[in-house]
């Protein structure tokens, strides 16, 4: 074994330093420069708050889900409410509160709510607002949109831009933000970032924003994609950060 002397000792990071200060090098410039961040708009959310999504934990219970995210080090959670999910959109009165005050107990909560809502006729989409609204929770993640190959292109984005405007409108009036996830791959509407700024140009971000996918926006749009995000920021909302290899 080796010994470790005090000194060295106290320089080592803790999980929670190590995260908090990588996101403040790489977030920072992003959140100064995007005007549409929720961080700049609200005194409840703290500068750079880091959330971890927990899809790869849904066999948890709530207790244990809040023990295992808070020995990780983040205050925060992405919580996927949607089929498949750690909560059924069916369930979502019933489960989600209890979830929330399992979280509370380990001074976590949910940051983003993932959800399986892109329409808003669905009667779903109104039990999972409303509930999530009720829990204090200010940003939910939609689900995708995907191109029809053998329509034309811009009709589509034009029937998805008037489907936005009509969510932005009920997230208004339950008092929560939807955003809309940047995904690489074939057919997904917002890949290319160009498409998804069309489709929200009119739509103010409080409303409905940009969750910001880092890793996409890189593999969609190579070197090019400092452009894209230029376009983009003023939606931008939510930040995603991960790595990936080609």
Known sequence: MHSVDSAAQSRRLSRRDALAASAAGILTPWLTAAPGLATSRSDDLTENELCVFTKPFQSLSPSELANTVAEMGFTGLELPVRPGGHIEPEEVEDRLPAMVEALAARQLKVTVLTSGINDPRDPLTERV???????????????????????????????????????????????????????????????????LQRALE??????????????????????????????IRPHVTVVYVKDFQW
Request: include cysteine; hydrophobic fraction near 35%; proline fraction near 5%.
């Open 129 to 195: 607002l409303r509930t999530a609204a009720a829990q204090g929770i200010r940003f939910y993640r939609m689900n995708y949109f995907r191109y029809d190959p053998d329509r034309p292109i811009l009709p589509q984005i034009e029937t998805w831009k008037q489907t936005c405007t009509e969510l932005a409108d009920m997230n208004r009036q339950f008092g929560i933000s939807g955003v809309y996830q940047n995904h690489a791959g074939r057919n997904y509407f917002g890949a290319s970032l160009w498409d």
């Open 202 to 231: 009119t739509i103010d971000p409080q409303h409905i924003g940009v969750a910001y996918d880092i890793r996409h926006a890189t593999v969609e749009g190579g070197m090019n994609w400092p452009v894209t995000f230029a376009m």
